[in-house]
T-cell receptor, first 113, second 108 residues
Framework: DVKVTQSSRYLVKRTGEKVFLECVQDMDHENMFWYRQDPGLGLRLIYFSYDVKMKEKGDIPEGYSVSREKKERFSLILESASTNQTSMYLC????????????FGQGTRLTVV | KNEVEQSPQNLTAQEGEFITINCSYSVGISALHWLQQHPGGGIVSLFMLSSGKKKHGRLIATINIQEKHSSLHITASHPRDSAVYICAVRFTGNQFYFGTGTSLTVIP
């Protein structure tokens, strides 16, 4: 079974802190994604990566950066956390090709106080 | 504007009822996915469709490419089916586009 693991289920951080969310997948997938999920808005793409050291902005990249130094690991960085970044963050991975599934991590519920 | 529309947004059903969740999309797609998210956050893939119909247990998914519409049906619903159901599509390339989800509650 494909496993996508996010480093934390719940996080509470203070405004202005630098926050790292880590995601690791074990199936050698090329593509990895970071989404945030908010009530009524669904999943919105923050960044995705289609290869090591490659990244593309999604729909809402402002206030976030990412890092992909190894194929299995994709990190989301909040440079200076703000209260409007309180959300559920979901990582996903997939192989390349339009007929492939996305596999999701369990999510990280981040609260910024 | 979200290119994937789901309805209804919320749905409450009695145990045993037949349930239908709908998904419409705006342009031609390569594949459509139905996902399930239980309380606590984790998302699992139920179906991937590019045409026709698929069945898994009490779940049935259909897609009409010409009408740009898909439905997820649950027969003989059960409280353990309570979850958020999400429709997602891939147009071209590697990105997924998601509906806002349908929150289903099945009452015993």
């Amino acid at each position: 079974d494909v496993k996508v693991t996010q480093s934390s289920r719940y996080l509470v951080k203070r405004t202005g802190e630098k926050v790292f969310l880590e995601c690791v997948q074990d199936m050698d997938h090329e593509n990895m994604f970071w989404y945030r999920q908010d009530p009524g808005l669904g999943l919105r793409l923050i960044y995705f990566s289609y290869d090591v050291k490659m990244k593309e902005k999604g729909d809402i990249p402002e206030g976030y950066s990412v890092s992909r130094e190894k194929k299995e690991r994709f990190s989301l960085i909040l440079e200076s956390a703000s209260t409007n970044q309180t959300s559920m963050y979901l990582c996903a991975s997939s192989t390349t090709g339009v007929y492939t599934e996305a596999f999701f991590g369990q999510g990280t519920r981040l609260t910024v106080v | 504007k979200n290119e994937v529309e789901q309805s209804p947004q919320n749905l409450t059903a009695q145990e045993g009822e037949f349930i239908t969740i709908n998904c419409s999309y705006s342009v031609g797609i390569s594949a459509l996915h139905w996902l399930q998210q239980h309380p606590g956050g984790g998302i699992v893939s139920l179906f991937m469709l590019s045409s026709g119909k698929k069945k898994h247990g009490r779940l049935i998914a259909t897609i009409n490419i010409q009408e740009k519409h898909s439905s997820l049906h649950i027969t003989a619903s059960h409280p353990r089916d309570s979850a958020v159901y999400i429709c997602a599509v891939r147009f071209t390339g590697n990105q997924f586009y998601f509906g806002t989800g349908t929150s289903l509650t099945v009452i015993p």
